[in-house]
């Protein structure tokens, strides 16, 4: 099993910045896929931003150029630098890691609180 924790979350004005950060207890090397994921209340969790084991990523429309996601395999972290932020963004947002090589499987953290106020 591995554990994912995710940090960074907190009160923010609109136009603002958050770095939220996600912690694993294996080597990231062995995910080939790493995701950020947000849900606002009542609704459904989607995909924020993904990154790939040799960097590529991909961005929801409602982020792009205002998010960064980032790896650092060698600190079992994953990152996401999120600027000039809505109150849309606010919601709970989860880090998920794909793991295809070694402890196999999909896993979640238990999510880090955004909240912009306008």
């Known amino acids: 099993q591995v554990q994912v924790v995710e940090s960074g979350g907190g009160l923010v004005q609109a136009g603002g910045s958050l770095t939220l950060s996600c912690s694993a207890s294996e080597t990231l090397i062995g995910a080939e896929t790493m995701g950020w994921y947000r849900q606002a209340p009542l609704g459904r969790r989607e995909l924020v931003a993904s990154?790939?084991?040799?960097?590529?990523?991909n961005y929801a429309d409602f982020v792009k150029d205002r998010f960064t996601i980032s790896r650092l395999n060698t600190k079992n972290t994953l990152y996401l630098q999120m600027n000039s932020l809505k109150p849309e963004d606010t919601g709970a947002y989860y880090c998920?890691?794909?793991?295809?090589?070694?402890?196999?499987?999909?896993?979640w953290g238990q999510g880090t609180q955004v909240t912009v106020s306008s």
């Open positions: 998920n890691a794909r793991f295809t090589v070694g402890p196999r499987g999909d896993y």
């Open positions: 990154i790939t084991n040799d960097g590529g990523t």
